[in-house]
C-alpha cells in the first residue's frame, strides 16, 4: 500500500504507461484472440528495444500459464518484466 490506498492493476499499468511515454516510448495492450495469458503490455523504446510486460497488484505473481508463456519468449531472446509496483518501474524503466 503506497498512502494507505491498495494499488490495483490498472494503477501499475497507468503509471508503466506514463513512465514508458515519459521515456518517449510507446506502452500498447497486448492481447492475442487465438491464445490467453500473454503479457499485457508491448513496450517499444529507442534503440531497438521491445519487450514485454506484465503487470499485477502488489503481491501478485503470474499465473502458471503466464509464466510458461514468459519462459518461451525469454528462451526466444525477448525481455519479459513482471511489474507489480511503483519501484518495480523504477527498477525496469528508470528515468
Known sequence: ??????????????????????????CEKFTSPAKRSVPDRLVTLQGNRIEFVECKRPGQVPTEKQHRDHVRRRALGCTVWVIDSLEGIDLAYPI
Open 1 to 26: 500500500m503506497k498512502w494507505g490506498i491498495e494499488m490495483l492493476e490498472r494503477d501499475v499499468e497507468k503509471a508503466l504507461v506514463k513512465r514508458i511515454e515519459l521515456l518517449g516510448g510507446t
